[in-house]
């Protein structure tokens, strides 16, 4: 919504959140915006106060609209059918039956969020039953940035997908959000579809990517039991321009809020259609991060005889990629948490996570009962500098800058990353 914006000073963007400490925070210092990322500041600080606005008033930001975006949460859902898979759309209908309250005009509303096939449908079904008799017009405009670039990827997309109905009303709203995107993006680049091809196609894209990472990640393991190298595997079929080099670095896992969520909901979502092998061959995508992370964590302990009592371990990267301030699915949390089982005493770092997502993310882990004495054997440190080098073994698990400049020699370091050498889980002294 910045980036929009930025780029259509003649349009009047008003950001809604029912959480109030984070509108505060978009409308606070620059330096504490709720989300890091870089750029970001600088397209805020532009547009913020002149056509960019933050504000808790939804009800009034509604009426005014001609057009909405819906960018609510659709996490897993953790209880009822489905629970452990299927998105948990309550945060999307309660969404849906406030603008149906509210509108007394006719308009425009896009699934912004990530949504399983067919919630227009149901989006629709609200808005008409619970409306006021005027019209509404869904769209389905998929978000495809990748956190930590956000801002670039919104600028030089590689592709911006509009999927409406075919009716004449339907292709008017899809023109009226094609002018938005083309204040700035080249037509070739804006596709328009029907919208169920366009909110199957953002499950779909995010199963791809994640599929390269647990292809190359299951190869891996295979490299460490035949002495092939993986970077050299990597590297050998990257170069195949049918395959290309992206997204194939070995790694201890994916995680972030949208790939595991997105999998598991197309899962669900074969599940429910009665596809049971095209479900099981996605599933096998998360069973495989799940496996890496537990075996980059089970090779330290198994180091150190399977028993990590008393060991100091230095945990290097909470976020689960570089240039991010997000933890959500992070692979550090599930090593951390199988290296503290283990009887380790961590000292945790990350340049961008603050100390209070990190004891969040671990108080989510464990039952009550736990976690005090889980918390005495973790120092978060908010600074590089106040590492104490004297650790047994150190995990590098997310790819910032900062650690790669480190000099670790003399040290076990484990290498999640690939952030040391060309050898991935380089473990050495040295
Ligand atoms: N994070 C990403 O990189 C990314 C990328 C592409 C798509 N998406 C999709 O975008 C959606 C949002 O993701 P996110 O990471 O920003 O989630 P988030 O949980 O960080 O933010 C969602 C926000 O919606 C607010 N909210 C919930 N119900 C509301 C309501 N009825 N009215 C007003 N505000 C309400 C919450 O308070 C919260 O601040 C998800 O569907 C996600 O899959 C995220």
Known sequence: MAVIALKCPEINVTVVDLNAD?????????????????????????????????????????????????????????????????????????????????????????????????????????????????????????????????????????????????????????????????????????????????????????????????????????????????????????MDHRIGPHFLKASVGFGGSCFQKDILNLVYLCRHYGLEEVAEYWHQVVKINDYQKNRFAQKIIDHFGGDLTGKKIAILGWAFKANTNDSRESPAIDVAAKLLRAGAVLQIYDPMVSKESIFRDIDFYWEASKINELKSRITVLDSMSKLDFSFDAAALLTEWQEFKNLDFSNQLVFDGRGILSSSFYSIGKG
């Open 22 to 238: 984070r509108i505060a925070a978009w409308n606070g210092p620059l330096e504490n915006l709720p989300i890091y990322e870089p750029g970001l500041s600088a397209v805020v600080m532009e547009a913020r106060g002149r056509n960019l606005f933050f504000s808790t008033e939804i009800n009034s930001a509604i009426d005014k609209a001609e057009m909405i975006f819906m960018a609510v949460n659709t996490p897993t859902k953790t209880e009822g059918e489905g629970a452990g898979m299927a998105a948990d759309m309550k945060y999307i209908e309660s969404c849906a039956k406030t603008i149906a309250e509210v509108a007394k005009t006719d308009k425009i509303v896009v699934e912004k969020s990530t949504v399983p096939i067919r919630t227009a449908e149901r989006i629709k079904e609200i808005l008409d039953h619970e409306g006021n008799g005027v019209h509404f017009e869904i769209l389905s405009n998929p978000e495809f940035l990748a956190e930590g670039t956000a801002i670039n990827d919104l600028l030089d997309t590689d592709r911006v997908l509009i999927g409406g109905d075919s009716t004449t009303s339907g292709q008017k709203a899809v023109q009226e959000l094609v002018d938005i995107y083309a204040h700035w993006i080249a037509p070739e680049k804006i596709l328009t579809t029907n919208v169920w091809s366009s909110e199957l196609s953002k499950l779909a894209s995010n199963a791809m990517l994640a599929q390269r990472i647990s292809s190359i990640n299951s190869l891996s393991a295979l490299c460490e039991k035949t002495g092939a190298d993986i970077n050299e595997l990597s590297k050998a079929i990257g």
